[in-house]
């Protein structure tokens, strides 16, 4: 299990499994926030608590960040699938370091081929090095 929280602590995150990797992505918006993702869905394998202010982009999903210290906290699909599950990410840039300093990074080309790129060695710990 891994816990992440905003600044200011108002907002909570918890991913109840290890995952297996944290996705780095180029798309417009998350190269801006430089936010590290880890995935599942809302209230299975990640539940998020405390008020968050979404940003919705698109069709498909929102951003969801602390209204109070501006962290991103995680994003959303705007829509459930036809299981009734909704997609959810967090942004494992708010664990504490060493929770997640071993996750491999995986590359994302969220801005052009929409699909996933090599991996090349880097994890979590060299976003902060
Ligand atoms: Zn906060």
């Known amino acids: 299990m891994i816990n992440g929280s905003c600044h200011c602590g108002a907002v909570q995150w918890r991913f109840d499994a290890d995952p297996e990797s944290a996705t780095s992505c180029n798309c417009t918006v998350c ?31 929102a951003f969801h960040f602390c209204p109070t210290c ?18 959810m990410a967090v942004n494992v840039r708010l664990a504490e370091p060493e929770a997640v300093a071993h996750l491999p990074i995986d590359h994302f080309d969220g801005f052009g081929a929409f699909e996933d790129l090599p991996r090349d060695a880097r994890c979590v710990r060299d976003y902060w090095g």
């Open 31 to 61: 190269r801006r926030y430089g936010a590290l993702w880890i995935y599942d869905y809302e209230g299975e394998g990640v539940h998020v608590t405390g008020p968050t202010q979404p940003y919705v982009r698109g069709k498909a999903l």
């Open 70 to 87: 501006a962290c991103v906290v995680s994003w959303r699909g705007l829509e459930a699938n036809k299981e009734g599950r909704r997609r």
